[in-house]
């Protein structure tokens, strides 16, 4: 079966610094990968994908860096925001239908 | 715009008894998801509707799980003769199409689920 997970449960960063989440995906065929945030009592919000065929796509303060041969996705923070706390959650599909989720990384920006 | 909204918000039944979720999706989204995601945990596929092609159920837990979507628009998840373990966060999400290389989901609030 699928199997998205994330390699650190929490993570505490000082305001201003950069932040890394990672993720390990096990399905080779995985084409597409997203990463949503989701706050406290909200529904998760998109904030980037990419396509199995690229490596590294760069969106407002954020990038997603994808290295197919280990099947690890990061996605990186810059300038890490209080508004920034919270969960993260990459997710991958291979049917381009089914969305498998990993258990999610909370951040926690230390003001 | 609108986005997806959900309906109750929060539901507290008692074991045993029926309920039903109500996703509304953004207008002209063809692809509808639900999701279950308990306390810490991250989100489980439930179910996913396309246009008018059948369902993919294959994420539901159990024959006690159904879900409806009428007229390619509004979406009900029932939970028949509710457990204690269905308690949980019922989350909906909506995307204009679905296919290799897949389509952002617009996620709904959910609807927190407690059963007593």
């Known amino acids: 079966g699928e199997s998205v997970g994330l390699h650190l449960p929490t993570l505490s960063v000082q305001e201003g610094d950069n932040s890394i989440i990672n993720c390990a995906y096990s399905?080779?065929?995985?084409?597409?990968f997203i990463w949503y945030k989701q706050e406290s009592g909200k529904g998760p919000q998109f904030i980037i994908d990419i396509r199995s065929n690229m490596d590294k796509r760069q969106g407002q303060r954020v990038t997603v860096l994808l290295n197919k041969t280990v099947k690890h996705l990061s996605l990186q923070i810059a300038a890490t925001q209080p508004g920034d706390s919270a969960v993260y959650f990459c997710a991958d599909s291979y049917t381009g239908n089914q969305f498998y989720f990993g258990t999610g990384t909370s951040l926690t920006v230390i003001p | 715009g609108a986005g997806v909204s959900q309906s109750p918000s929060n539901k507290v039944t008692e074991k045993g008894k029926d309920v039903e979720l109500r996703c509304d999706p953004i207008s002209g989204h063809t692809a509808l998801y639900w999701y279950r995601q308990s306390l810490g945990q991250g989100l489980e596929f439930l179910i996913y509707?396309?246009?008018?092609?059948?369902?993919?159920k294959s994420g539901l837990p159990s024959d006690r799980f159904s879900a409806e979507r009428t007229g390619g628009s509004v979406s009900t998840l029932t939970i028949q003769r509710t457990q204690q373990e269905d308690s949980a966060v019922y989350l909906c999400?909506?995307?204009f199409g679905f296919g290799r290389g897949g389509y952002e989901q617009f996620f709904g609030p959910g609807t927190r689920l407690t059963v007593l």
């Open positions: 999400a909506s995307s």
């Open positions: 399905n080779s065929a995985s084409d597409y």
């Open positions: 509707f396309q246009g008018n092609s059948a369902p993919d």
